[in-house]
């Protein structure tokens, strides 16, 4: 199916995302994160935002849903796995990262709350 309202919803979804991502990077630039790359796009993956604290550094799936709990819910081991594959080419392309501790967050957003920061929602061999 496609058309006009398939493209709207897809447009809207895109802008919702986009949204999400802009709030949870202000949120993690004040809780002392420095983001070091958006929507960061790779040939195996891509990562909505990838941030360094000190020696740490996050890679972070950002989930927009009407509800915090299905935002957490809503990531699937293959969206998960899409990270790790891109966290991979993101080191292998910034080797001097590489000593860094690295983590796999995920940043859940609902209308009207605040954000939650499920730090080390998972790991590289996790699926």
């Known amino acids: 199916m496609t058309g006009p309202a398939v493209e709207g919803a897809r447009r809207a979804a895109y802008l919702r995302g986009s949204r999400a991502e802009a709030i949870c990077a202000v949120w993690l630039r004040l809780q002392g994160y420095r983001i070091l790359e958006r ?7 891509e990562v909505d ?8 550094l996050a890679f972070v799936e950002v989930k927009s849903r009407p509800t915090l709990d299905l935002a957490v819910q809503s990531v ?9 594959r891109a966290a991979e080419a993101y080191l292998a392309a910034n080797p001097v990262l590489a000593g860094l501790d690295i983590r796999f ?13 499920l ?6 061999d996790a699926d």
């Open 76 to 84: 699937t081991p293959r969206q998960r796995r899409r990270v790790v």
């Open 105 to 117: 967050d995920l940043m859940a957003v609902a209308p009207w709350r605040r954000p939650r920061h």
């Open 49 to 56: 935002l990838i941030v360094r604290r000190g020696g740490l």
């Open 119 to 124: 730090r080390a929602a998972w790991s590289a």
């Open 39 to 45: 929507r960061f796009r790779s040939a195996v993956g």
